[in-house]
């Protein structure tokens, strides 16, 4: 069976909802392809199922937490920018909050609710889901797109359908959450009509040390100093919380360390972390406190053994870390504790890969899509949105305010676009 559409969007991510949103809202008739059953299943996940939509900060400081090319997005920002993002979802019946560090949730906390807001509205303005559709090939033929699925929506039997569109969007994510369907499928879809796919790597996953202690699993550190070791050379330091997981170091500070160090150990690089621990005070002001510690205890230094060792390290760090630091500090005495306090040395094995990375750096090459429409500058009538383009963003909601802006204006460009038709 054969349908025709004047735009087809693959992917019902945040990029491929919001771009059938916008692109309907223009008038034009869309059908979206979604590999799921459900639109939206990693969004869902996000943010620790909470989903951090976007964040207030101003372009000059949000620009910032952009890579590689911050100014690719600016048009797209400021055709949908974070304001009206949060203008958009209060317009459609989903209310939102700001937390620290400017990051905006649903007020209710819940990921799903943003998906049904987005999937509710796709419904309002006649967005055509089909879910349960397995891409085979995607073909551009004369002015018209061809793409062929399977439709796995029977339990009985597989049909194979095909869709022609005047116009394809392409917002089929990147590699992260593999469970969730993110295949790479785009990458494919997108060499196959001549495009360049930048080398991808993992975004804000988890760095796995060396001998890494497991009694570390679960403790959360606060205001806590984080420099990233390339080869020995400090190339970035950062100040907040970090958590250590099974898969390694993770945490809103872990993560925005995590894309040079991936992509160096990607490289063969040898990585290393180094946590301050009291970031606050200078290491000779830390000498003093320990000795000050020390004489209150009316302890002399050499009979200090590990009981009352621990016992002065309650001064110094929560209770639950007391035991893997020790471990890890091989050789630890009070007159070494102030240098290992200020530089815990966590030498990094690999990272958590694309399973429980966040996002996917590196994708279609940024200079073969028009940044003003996010339309191809190779093929009439394609457009791209979201992970799948060279472009990925810090933790704290700036990939999908990515998505959402690149989304809206791929959307109302192929609108545009067909409308000229």
């Known amino acids: 069976m054969e349908r025709s559409v004047q735009i087809l969007i693959i992917g019902a991510g945040p990029a491929g909802m919001?771009?059938?949103?916008?692109?309907?809202?223009?008038?034009?008739?869309?059908?979206?392809?979604?590999?799921?059953?459900?639109?939206?299943?990693?969004?869902?996940?996000?943010?620790?199922?909470?989903?951090?939509?976007?964040?207030?900060?101003?372009?000059?400081?949000?620009?910032?937490?952009?890579?590689?090319r911050s100014n690719?997005?600016?048009?797209?920002?400021?055709?949908?920018?974070?304001e009206a993002t949060i203008e958009y979802f209060n317009s459609i019946g989903l209310e939102t909050v700001v937390t620290q560090g400017d990051r905006v949730f649903p007020a209710s906390m819940k990921a799903f609710d943003v998906v049904d807001a987005l999937v509710a509205r796709m419904d309002a303005v006649g967005?055509?889901?089909?879910?349960?559709?397995?891409?085979?090939?995607?073909?551009?033929?004369?002015?018209?797109?061809?793409?062929?699925?399977?439709?796995?929506?029977s339990p009985h039997a597989i049909k194979t359908e095909v869709v022609v569109a005047d116009a394809l969007i392409i917002a089929t994510g990147g590699l992260s959450y593999p469970a969730?369907?993110?295949?790479?499928?785009?990458?494919?879809?997108?060499?196959?009509?001549?495009?360049?796919?930048?080398?991808?790597?993992?975004?804000?996953?988890?760095?796995?040390?060396?001998?890494?202690?497991?009694s570390l699993y679960d403790i959360e550190l606060k205001n806590v100093g984080l420099s990233l070791f390339v080869e020995q050379d400090m190339v970035q330091y950062e100040m907040g919380d970090m958590t250590f997981t099974e898969d390694g170091i993770e945490g809103s500070l872990g993560f925005r360390v995590s894309r040079?160090?991936?992509?160096?150990?990607?490289?063969?690089?040898?990585?290393?972390?180094?946590?301050?621990?009291?970031?606050?005070?200078?290491?000779?002001?830390?000498?003093?406190?320990?000795?000050?510690?020390?004489?209150?205890?009316?302890?002399?230094v050499p009979l200090i053994n590990e009981a009352r060792l621990k016992?002065?390290?309650?001064?110094?760090?929560?209770a639950e870390l007391i035991d893997p630091f020790l471990k890890m500090s091989k050789g630890l005495t009070v007159n070494t504790l102030p240098e290992r306090l200020k530089e815990w040395r966590f030498p990094i094995a690999r990272h958590a890969g694309y399973r429980r990375a966040v996002?996917?750096?590196?994708?279609?090459?940024?200079?073969?899509?028009?940044?003003?429409?996010?339309?191809?500058r190779l093929v009439k009538?394609?457009?791209?949105?979201?992970?799948?383009l060279d472009l990925d963003g810090d933790t704290g909601g700036y990939n999908l305010q990515i998505a959402f802006s690149t989304g809206a204006l791929a959307g109302q460009s192929a609108a545009k676009y067909v409308s000229t038709l």
């Open 18 to 68: 919001m771009a059938a949103i916008k692109a309907a809202e223009c008038g034009a008739k869309v059908a979206v392809l979604e590999k799921n059953h459900l639109a939206g299943r990693k969004l869902a996940i996000t943010g620790k199922g909470r989903c951090n939509i976007t964040n207030t900060k101003p372009w000059a400081e949000f620009s910032t937490h952009i890579h590689p």
């Open 72 to 82: 690719f997005i600016r048009t797209a920002f400021y055709n949908f920018s974070n």
């Open 127 to 153: 967005v055509k889901l089909i879910s349960d559709a397995d891409l085979l090939a995607v073909s551009n033929e004369g002015d018209k797109f061809k793409c062929t699925y399977n439709d796995l929506s």
């Open 180 to 214: 969730t369907g993110s295949t790479g499928r785009g990458y494919d879809i997108a060499a196959s009509l001549g495009h360049t796919v930048t080398r991808c790597h993992p975004s804000l996953a988890a760095l796995l040390p060396r001998n890494y202690e497991g």
């Open 260 to 300: 040079k160090a991936i992509n160096a150990l990607e490289n063969g690089s040898a990585v290393e972390l180094v946590v301050d621990l009291k970031p606050a005070v200078s290491l000779q002001e830390l000498r003093e406190r320990v000795k000050r510690e020390v004489s209150s205890f009316k302890w002399e």
């Open 311 to 318: 016992k002065i390290l309650r001064r110094f760090m929560p």
């Open 359 to 376: 996002v996917t750096a590196g994708g279609v090459s940024l200079d073969e899509v028009i940044s003003k429409t996010m339309q191809s």
């Open 381 to 388: 009538g394609l457009f791209f949105a979201g992970e799948i």
